[in-house]
C-alpha cells in the first residue's frame, strides 16, 4: 500500500503546561469539546489516510480507551513507548516497523489546515529522503518562542532547533518521511534519546532534509491554554476547518502490542 495513505501520531508525552494536575495526558485536551488527538485523527480521515499508527506513553490507557469509543474509516493501532519521557524521536523509533515507506509524522498537539496536510503529503519525495512543512510567515505564529525554528536554503532544511538564533522558518510539526529519518534517529540515540530534531538535522547534513513551504495554511502547536483558547478562535473562523466525513459502521482498532497491517 503507498506509504502516503500512513501516517504516525506521536502522543506519548505528559504536557504538563496544559494539563497539570487533571487525570488525562495531553492529547486529550479538549479544543471546543473534542479531544486534541481526535480532531488530529478526524483530520487524517478526511484526507484519505488509510493506516495509522498512535504512539502512548503517560496515561496511555486512559487515551487509547477514549479514542476506542470513536469509529474511523481507516485501520488505527496503538504502539507503547515505555520511554515516554525521553524526547519524542524515541517514540518515532517505537513505530519504526511501521514506516515502511513514505509515512505522515504528526504530532498529537497541533491542529493544521486540510490544506497544510495536503503540501506536505503531496511532495516528491526521494527514496532516503524526508520532508517538513515549513511556515515562512513568522510573525502569524501564536507563540515563536516555544516554536522550533528552522533554517532553509534552496528547498533544504539546513538547521533546526528551538534556540535556532539564525531562521526563516517556523516548523509546524507535520513531516513526510521515509526509512531514512529513522536511520538518522538510531545514529543520535543514546541512553536519553534523541528529538526529532536531532533526526532531521542528522538529515540535513547530507542535503536529504527537504522543507515545503505552506504558504497561508493555518496550524497552531497547542502548550498552553492561552494557545488552547486561540486555537478554538481558529476553528470559529474556519482557519483549522474539519473536513466532514461520515463515521465507518465499525472501527478497525488493532490490538495494543500490534502494528497496523
Not at 206 to 218: C, L, N, Y
Amino acid at each position: 500500500m503507498n506509504g502516503h495513505h500512513s501516517a504516525v501520531i506521536l502522543a506519548a508525552g505528559r504536557g504538563s503546561r496544559l494539563v497539570e494536575g487533571r487525570p488525562y495526558p495531553k492529547p486529550l485536551q479538549p479544543v471546543s469539546g473534542v479531544p486534541l488527538i481526535v480532531r488530529v485523527l478526524r483530520g487524517l480521515e478526511g484526507c484519505g489516510v488509510r493506516r495509522v499508527a498512535v504512539v502512548t506513553g503517560y496515561l496511555g490507557d486512559v487515551l487509547e480507551t477514549r479514542v476506542r469509543k470513536e469509529r474511523f474509516s481507516f485501520r488505527l493501532g496503538f504502539i507503547r513507548n515505555p520511554r515516554w519521557h525521553l524526547p519524542n524521536g524515541t517514540s518515532l523509533l517505537e513505530a519504526a516497523d511501521f514506516v515502511r515507506g513514505p509515512t505522515l509524522v504528526l504530532m498529537s498537539d497541533h491542529l493544521w489546515s486540510p490544506r497544510l496536510l495536503a503540501k506536505v503529503r503531496s511532495y516528491p519525495l526521494g527514496r532516503e529522503e524526508a520532508v517538513l512543512g515549513v511556515d515562512y510567515a513568522i510573525g502569524r505564529c501564536f507563540d515563536v518562542d516555544d516554536a522550533t525554528k528552522v533554517r532553509t536554503e534552496a528547498g533544504r532544511v539546513i538547521a533546526i532547533g528551538k534556540s535556532l538564533a539564525s531562521y526563516d522558518a517556523l516548523d509546524t510539526g507535520v513531516f513526510l518521511v521515509t526509512p531514512a529519518l529513522l536511520s538518522a534517529l538510531r545514529r543520535v540515540s543514546g541512553p536519553n534519546g534523541c528529538s526529532l530534531s536531532e533526526g532531521v538535522a542528522g538529515l540535513a547534513e547530507s542535503g536529504r532534509m527537504r522543507a515545503v513551504d505552506i504558504g497561508d495554511a493555518s496550524w497552531i502547536d497547542i502548550d498552553t491554554s492561552a494557545a488552547c483558547a486561540y486555537a478554538e478562535k481558529l476553528l470559529r473562523d474556519g482557519s483549522l476547518h474539519d473536513r466532514p466525513t461520515v463515521p465507518a459502521a465499525a472501527a478497525t482498532l488493532a490490538p495494543v502490542t500490534s502494528q497496523p497491517a
